[in-house]
Structures are given as structure tokens and as C-alpha cells.
């Protein structure tokens, strides 16, 4: 019960995360769009981009149960 849960937790968190990394998506190609825009901002938005990409990894692979070879 507690494991479906916890599941549960991961699971939404990283729906989360995948709905605020197709938001940022969409923010830096409008930015990229825009000759007026600081290229310092969209280096920054890419990088938290990144670093959702990799949290969402994690929780992936913690929601994947471990298969023995």
C-alpha cells in the first residue's frame, strides 16, 4: 500500500515536471524568436530545462522496477 503511494507521489510530481519542461520549450522558442531578447535569459531558461529533463529521468528509472538478468 505505502509502495503504490510513493508510486503514486513520483508519478505525479513527474507529470509536473513534464507539463513545466513543455512550457519552457515553448518560452525559449518564442524568445529565440525575438531579436530583443537577453541570450543570457534563454541560456538560463535552457539550462532549467535540462535540469527538469534530468529530474524526470530519475524519476523514471525509480518508477521502473528493477529487472534481474
Known sequence: ????????ELRQKMERLIIEHRDLDE?????AHDPEVDQLQIIRLKKR????????TRLRSKLIPDIEA
Open 1 to 8: 500500500m505505502k509502495n503504490e503511494e510513493t508510486n503514486q
Open 27 to 31: 518560452v525559449i522558442y518564442r524568445l
Open 49 to 56: 530545462k535540462l535540469h527538469l529533463k534530468d529530474m524526470i
